[in-house]
């Protein structure tokens, strides 16, 4: 059955010993209800994702959205002109004069194990971009920074959290779709995001190409449905440079059996997920954030041909109507399961509640896109720092 992440195996959000600000409003008078507890929050790293944590930062009660830092000086220029927050040059400024307690480190990944235990060790609490980190031994080694330092360590899984994927998790957790069979996603890269925005730009050191930048959502959500890979067995074409251009894998899970594809070729690009189960089979299309359920009907088969496209077409039908009513309201945003994930986070820290995704539903995400790429025959460790 779907199930949310686990929760974690060090000290939660809400212990007054290792995070007092988690109850910073208890006191002999109830506070104010347009005052709930504030985490003072910052971004490293000013880049293009920066952008979208901070929109999605300041719009939730319960963060203080308070800075950012960045080695550029034209993106803390940028960010600073779009955000009215002071950016500062590097970390060590950045916590001297903003004193966050939580920071969302943005940087390429080959960067994360070293830079996530550096902020641990300075008493922050930390969310990472996917992917977590490039192997399953850093992710064991930021853990255990984590747990040394008793600070929190969450990882941004942003397309688990989508409206049309929650939607499908509940259908499944409830029994509606039956029991679960085996899991399909297909993840497509748009034109263009197989090449380099700039020759010099971080992703021209991501291990086997720029696919490896996309590979990481269908790893966490195959992750998420099917459980923990026992097998996976890899298909694979390189690009003329030796890069991964086409990924094929079949993979074994603990709860069911799945099927993996990661194309740069294909047009138009395609993002879904097909959950086959034993009563009916649900397809979300993370593109166009719809869902259409697939349902066996007791007809005569000759309606049996027509029924289930009428069925199929009134559910895409609402979904358009629905998606176009939200981006006229102005609430159809880019990365809609991020802003989801993020007040799902900020309420369960202050509540002192399991957390939506934990560091170990990151370090299995990673394990699965590490069988995935050394079965494509790349190297992992080339891209990796060594971590004191």
């Not at 988690?22 to 293009?48: F, K």
């Not at 984590?146 to 942003?158: E, K």
């Not at 996309?214 to 992750?223: I, Q, T």
Request: hydrophobic share 40%; with cysteine.
């Amino acid at each position: 059955m779907c199930r949310r992440p686990g929760t974690s195996p060090w000290p939660r959000f809400g212990s007054a010993a290792l995070h007092p600000w988690a109850h910073i409003n208890d006191s002999n008078e109830s506070p104010p209800m347009s005052s709930p507890p504030r985490i003072r929050v910052a971004l490293v790293g000013c880049g293009r994702i920066a952008h979208v944590h901070a929109g999605y930062l300041r719009g939730i009660p319960e963060v203080e959205f308070i800075g950012a830092c960045d080695l550029n000086p034209q993106a803390r220029e940028t960010f600073t002109g779009r955000w009215q927050v002071p950016t500062f040059t590097n970390v060590e400024e950045l916590v001297a004069a903003a004193q966050p307690q939580m920071v969302h480190l943005l940087t390429p990944p080959s960067t994360h194990p070293r830079m996530t235990i550096e902020l641990l060790e300075a008493g922050l609490d930390v969310l990472v971009e996917k992917p977590m980190c490039l192997t399953v031994d850093e992710a064991d080694t930021m853990i255990a920074a984590a747990r040394r330092t008793g600070r929190l360590l969450t990882v941004d899984h942003n397309r688990w959290f989508d409206p049309v994927m929650q939607r499908a998790r509940q259908l499944l957790a409830s029994g509606e779709l039956g029991d679960l069979v085996s899991v399909d996603i297909f993840a497509g890269a748009a034109a263009g995001e197989s090449e380099l925005p700039t020759p010099d730009h971080w992703k021209a050191e991501l291990p086997g190409g720029l696919l490896f930048d996309l590979a990481p959502h269908p790893a966490y959500l195959m992750h998420g449905l099917a459980g923990a890979a026992r097998d996976v067995q890899i298909a694979h074409r390189l690009d003329p440079n030796g890069r991964v251009s086409e990924l094929r894998a079949t993979v074994d899970g603990e709860r069911a059996l799945g099927t993996l594809s990661i194309s740069s070729l294909t047009r138009p690009f395609t993002n879904t997920v097909t959950i086959y189960a034993s009563k009916a089979t649900a397809t979300v299309n993370l593109n166009n954030m719809t869902l259409v359920v697939r349902r066996t009907r007791q007809v005569p088969k000759l309606i049996g041909k027509v029924l289930p496209n009428l069925d199929e077409a009134a559910q895409l039908v609402r979904a358009t109507a629905v998606n176009g009513f939200e981006f006229i309201l102005g609430r159809q945003r880019f990365y809609p399961g991020m802003g989801l994930h993020f007040q799902q986070l900020y309420r369960a820290l202050v509540a002192g509640e399991p957390l939506p995704v934990t560091a170990e539903d990151g370090r299995d995400a990673v394990g699965l896109l590490q069988k995935l790429w050394e079965g494509a025959g790349v190297a992992m460790t080339d891209r990796v720092e060594q971590v004191a």
